[in-house]
């Protein structure tokens, strides 16, 4: 399929309004539309907010007439079942629009293609495929939960120059600079989920939130607050304590255990804490799936080095973001992951590194394991 520079263009022009949905369509997939009618854009539309008018539904309200005879450019295919809002490939219809072209089609099994196939029903020309690997990467979290019934993980950690995270008696703030530390805040915000161990809760009584103010979210300010992420916390045993800092904070708390006391249980939950069993066990894929169930599209795992290695060890982690600080900390302080049993070079994890920029005085790796090396 051959697709115009124009096509490439308008393409990108959607991704770029798709990527203002980064911090608030959660649980949905962030999506951008444009309209185009004689090479001359009529009505473009972002999703904002799931229940609110998908993008397709917005560019077409300020298309209006002028939609009749154009191309929508649209990141995702159009949805063809009633959820919170109506279909989108009925008001394409509608509206006499006469080509669609689709980044990628939607991997929804209530989509999946049916979209594209009811407006060719309805003799409308339609194309897939145009810069679908930028569609895909900003979705990731949507995608894979759709595709693998999990979320998209990534794990935050950060580190001097030697690879320590904490001195040894665990003192650790702060490692990064301020510019990393502000990076890592827009991290949690476009995540649905920030996972963490009981052993951090109990080590550091973290608040595990978002302390930015709108404005510096794009996007956000235009839906009006900063979406805060699920709070999870794995506390096999439930210690966590009645007086934590994140019990007290606006938005939702789950705590996952498998043999904690039942009286403990009653009294978290009446902390507005959802309190979930999992009595096989909090093995890491397990949760995952419990997570993807829940509509959990992208996790933030910020914890010590025993979950981390764990999550590692594991192959539930899809990306690493690490934030090398500039300094060294010393032979005696605590490393980045704990990882028992690995004692050969045969035995390495192997990654591959994606990027590596700097953050202000830090620098900041994206790295992601080698397929089947876990």
């Given at each position: 399929?051959s697709?115009?520079?124009?096509?490439?263009?308008?393409?990108?022009?959607?991704l770029?309004?798709?990527?203002?949905?980064?911090?608030?369509?959660?649980?949905?997939?962030?999506v951008?539309?444009?309209?185009?009618?004689?090479g001359?854009?009529?009505?473009?539309?972002?999703?904002?907010?799931?229940?609110?008018?998908h993008?397709?539904?917005?560019?077409?309200?300020?298309?209006g007439?002028?939609?009749?005879?154009?191309?929508?450019?649209?990141?995702l295919?159009?949805?063809?079942h009633?959820?919170?809002?109506?279909?989108?490939?009925?008001?394409?219809?509608?509206?006499?629009?006469?080509?669609?072209?689709a980044?990628?089609?939607?991997?929804?099994?209530?989509?999946?293609?049916k979209?594209?196939?009811?407006?060719?029903?309805?003799?409308?020309?339609?194309?897939?495929?145009?810069?679908?690997?930028?569609?895909?990467?900003?979705?990731?979290?949507?995608?894979?939960?759709?595709?693998?019934?999990r979320?998209?993980?990534?794990?935050?950690?950060?580190?001097?120059?030697?690879?320590?995270?904490?001195?040894?008696s665990?003192?650790?703030?702060?490692?990064?600079?301020e510019?990393?530390?502000?990076?890592v805040?827009?991290?949690?915000?476009?995540?649905s989920a920030?996972v963490?161990?009981?052993?951090?809760?109990?080590?550091?009584?973290?608040?595990?939130n978002?302390?930015?103010?709108?404005?510096?979210?794009?996007?956000?300010?235009e839906?009006?607050?900063?979406?805060?992420?699920?709070?999870?916390?794995?506390?096999?045993?439930?210690?966590?304590?009645?007086?934590?800092?994140?019990?007290?904070?606006?938005?939702r708390?789950?705590?996952?255990h498998?043999?904690?006391?039942?009286?403990?249980?009653?009294?978290?939950?009446?902390?507005?804490?959802?309190?979930?069993?999992?009595?096989?066990?909090?093995d890491?894929?397990?949760?995952?799936?419990?997570?993807?169930?829940?509509?959990?599209?992208?996790?933030?795992?910020?914890?010590?080095?025993?979950?981390?290695?764990?999550?590692?060890?594991?192959g539930?982690?899809?990306?690493?973001?690490?934030?090398?600080?500039?300094?060294?900390?010393?032979?005696?302080?605590?490393?980045?992951?704990?990882?028992?049993?690995?004692?050969?070079?045969?035995?390495?994890?192997?990654?591959?590194?994606?990027?590596?920029?700097?953050?202000g005085?830090?620098?900041?790796?994206?790295?992601r394991?080698?397929?089947?090396?876990?």
């Amino acid at each position: 399929m051959s697709f115009t520079p124009d096509d490439h263009r308008f393409m990108a022009r959607a991704l770029r309004l798709a990527r203002r949905g980064l911090y608030t369509t959660d649980p949905n997939p962030r999506v951008g539309c444009v309209l185009v009618r004689d090479g001359e854009v009529v009505g473009e539309g972002w999703h904002r907010k799931a229940g609110e008018p998908h993008a397709e539904r917005i560019a077409l309200a300020e298309a209006g007439e002028r939609a009749r005879g154009s191309t929508a450019y649209v990141t995702l295919e159009p949805c063809c079942h009633q959820g919170r809002t109506p279909p989108c490939t009925q008001g394409l219809v509608e509206a006499g629009v006469a080509r669609v072209v689709a980044a990628m089609e939607d991997p929804n099994p209530l989509v999946a293609g049916k979209g594209l196939a009811r407006l060719r029903e309805e003799g409308i020309v339609t194309e897939v495929g145009l810069m679908a690997d930028a569609a895909a990467e900003l979705n990731k979290g949507f995608v894979k939960r759709m595709t693998q019934g999990r979320p998209w993980v990534r794990c935050k950690l950060a580190m001097s120059l030697d690879g320590r995270t904490a001195m040894a008696s665990g003192e650790s703030q702060w490692i990064t600079g301020e510019a990393a530390r502000r990076d890592v805040q827009r991290l949690r915000a476009r995540s649905s989920a920030i996972v963490t161990g009981i052993g951090t809760v109990l080590a550091d009584n973290p608040s595990l939130n978002v302390r930015l103010a709108p404005e510096a979210l794009p996007g956000v300010a235009e839906v009006g607050e900063v979406r805060q992420p699920v709070r999870v916390v794995l506390d096999s045993a439930l210690r966590m304590p009645l007086d934590a800092k994140l019990l007290s904070l606006p938005g939702r708390t789950w705590i996952f255990h498998a043999h904690g006391d039942p009286a403990k249980a009653r009294r978290l939950a009446s902390h507005r804490v959802e309190v979930i069993a999992l009595p096989q066990g909090l093995d890491l894929p397990l949760v995952m799936s419990e997570l993807g169930r829940r509509e959990i599209n992208e996790v933030l795992i910020e914890a010590g080095p025993t979950l981390a290695g764990a999550a590692l060890r594991g192959g539930i982690i899809d990306e690493l973001v690490i934030y090398m600080a500039p300094h060294v900390m010393g032979h005696g302080a605590r490393g980045l992951f704990h990882l028992p049993g690995l004692e050969t070079m045969a035995q390495r994890l192997p990654l591959r590194i994606d990027q590596i920029r700097a953050v202000g005085e830090d620098w900041r790796i994206l790295a992601r394991p080698v397929a089947g090396s876990a």
